[in-house]
């Protein structure tokens, strides 16, 4: 059986070029990040995949490089494509985002295979 | 040779204004032309990732286009000169700088130290046994205190030749071996430093290459803590504790920041002179640090009033 879509944000919280954290753990830390571009919004893990557990912002909802036209992990200056998480540039040259899927329903976001909460 | 240790990283990036707002609301004070700067004068610069004044960037993705070593005297930056020169390019500024390439690549510079000498209080603490850190009535807990980073204490490459890196910072600029995380790298102090490292390597493919971390010391546990809090509330991202390491036992608090590295603040690390002997481990979890602790949010313990039912 499908899972229920999850509510992430409403659609006009992440403007175009633009970036945003939702789907915080029990620690208020965001488990995704959205990336709007070109009109269409892509959902990915935080999580850079050269560390276990490495949020990729460097403040709240800041996900990308100065133009708006690459993800960037804050940690090491890694740059991903925002279509479709594959990273060009950086410690995990050639690896990729874990895409989550998003769809947009009367203005919000919803994302339909969000990772589970690990156990705290 | 008498180099002292980091004096200022130059960085290329890409997003300057949120840089600049990063390093002030890391500490760091703005003194114009791109320079933060810590208490003792110690710098962070970053300019535009295309300024033409900017050494060359490597092909990788980090940021960091120069590190600058400060060294005691003209005497040493004439030693360097010549020992240099023997197998590659140094180049003499107008003011007597020198900048080359290491034996990875990164561009160096050495100058005469900018830093000034601080005279400046420890963390004071009150401790059974002990005489008493602070004096009667002296509070301890000041929430208002500054919590400035006071001096940029070290550096950390990605890079993909550990033992070929060390030897040029150990054989070539007198830098001693004080631990070493098997086939992972070596923590390096200069001869006129004898804090646990001012440079550590972490061995990783050349795709890598970059600057993993910098770090500035505080004033102690309590203004390290005090710092990295007032970080987390403004937004910033928390990256890897507080907690204490074992080698060198600086406790530490790494943060991501927009100029494609980890800011690290770290406070209380041991000093070392030539009678230490190095020591060697696996780098593991459990030898990474002694404890490891996450920022939550406040809580206050509470009851009641008293005349609930």
């Keep these: 059986m499908m899972p229920e879509p999850q509510f992430l944000c409403q659609l006009d919280e992440i403007e175009e070029g633009r970036s945003k954290g939702v789907a915080p753990n029990r620690r208020g830390r965001d488990r995704i990040l959205l990336a709007r571009r070109d009109g269409e919004v892509y959902g990915y893990v935080n999580t850079c995949p050269h560390y276990d557990r490495a949020p990729m912002a460097w403040k709240k909802d800041e996900f990308l490089n100065a133009d708006g036209t690459r993800i960037m992990c804050a940690s090491h200056g890694a740059l991903f494509r925002i279509e479709d998480g594959v990273c060009e540039v950086g410690p995990c040259l050639g690896q990729v985002l874990r895409r989550v899927d998003v769809f947009i329903r009367e203005g919000a976001v919803y994302g339909v295979n969000l990772p589970e909460e690990p156990k705290v | ?309």
């Design chain 2, 1 to 309: 040779m008498r180099i002292i240790g980091p004096d200022e990283l130059v960085f290329g990036v890409d997003n300057v204004k949120a840089c600049e707002t990063f390093l002030v609301d890391y500490g760091l004070a703005s003194v114009g032309n791109g320079r933060f700067t810590a208490l003792d004068n110690t710098a962070i610069t970053v300019r535009e990732k295309s300024d033409p004044s900017l050494p060359a960037p490597l092909k990788t993705a980090t940021m960091l286009r120069q590190t600058i070593w400060g060294v005691e005297d003209q005497a040493t930056l004439d030693q360097i000169e010549a020992e240099l020169s023997r197998d590659r390019a140094v180049a003499k500024a107008a003011d007597g700088t020198l900048s080359c390439k290491d034996d990875s690549g990164f561009e160096l510079a050495f100058r005469i130290t900018r830093r000034t000498v601080l005279n400046l209080p420890a963390e004071l603490i009150n401790s059974p046994g002990a005489a008493p850190g602070r004096a009667v009535n002296a509070i301890g807990a000041n929430e208002d205190a500054e919590a400035k980073p006071r001096t940029l204490s070290h550096i950390v490459y990605f890079l993909p030749n550990m033992d070929e890196a060390a030897r040029f910072y150990t054989d070539r600029l007198g830098f001693v071996v004080t631990d070493k995380f098997t086939n992972t790298g070596p923590f390096l102090r200069p001869q006129a430093n004898n804090d646990h490292h001012v440079l550590f390597m972490i061995q990783t493919p050349d795709y890598m290459q970059g600057l993993e971390h910098l770090a500035f010391h505080m004033q102690g546990p309590t203004e390290l803590m005090l710092a990295g809090s007032r970080m987390v509330k403004k937004g910033y991202e928390s990256f890897w504790g507080p907690g204490r390491h074992k080698f060198g036992s600086n406790w530490f608090w790494y943060f991501n920041c927009p100029l494609g590295t980890h800011f690290e603040y770290d406070a209380d690390m041991d000093k070392h002179d030539g009678e230490w002997i190095e020591r060697e481990t696996a780098l593991t979890k459990e030898a990474s640090q002694m404890f490891l602790f996450e920022n939550v949010e406040k809580w206050s313990p509470g009851g009641p009033p008293p005349d609930a039912k």
